[in-house]
């Protein structure tokens, strides 16, 4: 069955970076889109970073774009997320979630929690 | 970027009831792409619907979704204990961003 599993979550103070994981089981990795999103405590879903299944194309919320960083390794069947100059704004539980087609997700992992205190 | 507003953002119901969650986009949706997913306390989202109306693998005929353009709607036809939760619509259009509604609270009455 298909498995999502995050790691790499924790404390980080303001300006500081972590880089979240996510592996991958039950499905062929490279042939899937991939993407994180994130739900601050007590808020909604918000989209972050997207990547295609060879890696070529990524694309990331305005509120992040310079400063996170998705990839992939397929050999690994791994994602990331580079976080770099963490704010506390960014303080979520983030989700690792496959595309389906490259379109709607149809897998979650069950989430990280990153939490950024200054 | 297509900004999704859910309606009601709480909906008090009791359990044999019908639900009805609306999700109304900004600009149309191209080809349906609006997908809607289930989320409990503690635990990851899941997803429901895709294409706007196609029920995922596994889930219930009590779930179905219906709509076009800017204007769509998810039904439960008689809720169940398990069925209250938060409810997210999702736009997932061919090229990034994604956008999520803000969320509809399913509780019990």
């Known amino acids: 069955q298909v498995q999502l599993v995050e790691s790499g979550g924790g404390l980080v103070k303001s300006g500081g970076s972590l880089r979240l994981s996510c592996a991958a089981s039950g499905f062929s990795f490279s042939d899937y889109d991939m993407s994180w999103v994130r739900q601050a405590p007590g808020k909604g879903l918000e989209w972050v970073s997207y990547i295609s299944s060879r890696g070529t194309d990524t694309n990331d919320a305005d509120s992040v774009k310079g400063r996170f960083t998705i990839s992939r390794d397929n050999a690994k069947n791994s994602l990331y997320l580079q976080m770099n100059s963490l704010r506390d704004e960014d303080t979520a539980v983030y989700y690792c979630?496959?595309?389906?087609?490259?379109?709607?997700?149809?897998?979650w992992g069950q989430g990280t929690l990153v939490t950024v205190s200054s | 970027e297509i900004v999704l507003t859910q309606s009601p953002g709480t909906l008090s119901l009791s359990p044999g009831e019908r639900a009805t969650l609306s999700c109304r986009a900004s600009?149309?949706?191209?080809?349906?792409?609006l997908a809607w997913h289930q989320q409990k306390p503690g635990q990851a989202p899941r997803l429901l619907i895709y294409h706007a109306s196609n029920r995922a693998t596994g889930i219930p005929d009590r779930f179905s979704g219906s709509g076009s353009g800017t204007d769509f709607t998810l039904t439960i036809s008689r809720l169940e204990p398990e069925d209250f939760a938060v409810y997210y619509c999702?736009?997932?259009?061919?090229?990034?961003?994604?956008?999520f509604g803000q969320g509809t609270k399913l509780e019990i009455k």
């Open positions: 600009q149309s949706v191209s080809s349906s792409f």
């Open positions: 999702h736009h997932y259009p061919t090229s990034p961003p994604h956008t």
């Open positions: 979630a496959r595309l389906w087609s490259g379109y709607y997700i149809d897998y």
